[in-house]
């Protein structure tokens, strides 16, 4: 399917799957971005699922270090549906940095379940409810820095030394 | 009869059988050096793959390259092989893994480090998820290059081979026992300490 147009009115059918939910949409290069409240993350993730978008792509987090907030995006998509796997959907909520708190998804979508742990040991975001939050990939004394914060500053040498 | 006499078998406590058979040919003969010679023709590294210069590792031994004419062949597990060939980054967590499998091999065994990655580090040499590999297992070789081509990896053979010979490495390893120049390249540091908790 041609990313430039898109068979399915993507802003149409969010606004008649999230009636009710206080939302904001604007449409991206390549996606089609929906905030909502953290309060109704879980209720507006519930409703796209029922409206077809059965996976999640990817799950990724903004460090806003001086507004003091992450973005989470929850790019999703759908196998299933053949209309609709031409769009993205990018479901972001706000969460403040210091009650770096989210409520866990993977029961609504399963291809959260290593995402949310990968989340936890880069970002130190916690997931309520989630099954199994353990480490993925990094060792415990490394996960401690929480290595994808902005506050996690990695050294860096010139390649070239600038003659003094 | 003369000869039949001097073949001596040795039976009973097999520690004991074994030294007195040890000391009967060492004194007869240069058992080094034949050490060394079948060592080095007998490098069978193990397929510890741990990032993208493995796709070279695997090339060295197809049939275009062929490195088996050296006599170096990939085994499957840690215990029947004598060599490792660190195939790129090594992240802490493969850090022990290494450790794991290098201890786990039967000596005298032999590292070569391939790949910018495990020299000091390559495009990720200040990531915070690195280590080096010189502070895990001792290093033979060290093999540069992004990824390092076939024939490099031919070559880093030939050099340990080269090595093993010239400076008796295998043989005297044998003869005392533990490596010579072992404290030198022993490494420090604890690299599992994290998962032993
Ligand atoms: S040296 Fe290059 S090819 Fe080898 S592991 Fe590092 S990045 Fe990959």
Known sequence: MSGEQETVDLEGLVSKALEGINYSISREKGYVEVSVPLESLREA???LKNAGFDHVKSLTIVDYIKKGEFKAMYIVSSYLSEELS?????????????KAKLP?????????LFQEREVYEMFGIEFEGH????LLLLAPHIAELKPLRKEFIVKEEPIIRKPK | MSKMEEAKIYVGNIDESARKARELLLGKMKLGRLVDWATAFSLWPVHLTTSCCSTEFAATWSPRFDAEQYGALPWVGSRQTNMIIIEGTVTTK????????????????????MGACSLDGGIFYNSYNIVKPWQVVPVDVYLPGCPPRPETVARAI????????????????????????????KPKEDVCSWWRG
């Open chain 1, 104 to 112: 866990s998804l993977s029961d609504v979508w399963i291809s959260l």
């Open chain 1, 131 to 134: 099954p199994d939050l353990r």
């Open chain 2, 158 to 185: 030939v050099t340990l081979q080269r090595k093993i010979r010239e400076k008796s490495i295998a043989g005297k390893w044998v003869e005392e026992g533990w490596r010579p120049d072992m404290k030198y390249v």
């Open chain 1, 45 to 47: 993730a519930l409703r």
């Open chain 1, 86 to 98: 031409g769009g993205l959907i990018a479901l972001s909520t706000t969460v403040k940095r210091d």
């Open chain 2, 94 to 113: 493969m850090a022990c893994a290494l450790r794991i499998t290098w201890e786990q091999m039967p000596p005298p065994k032999f590292v070569i480090a």
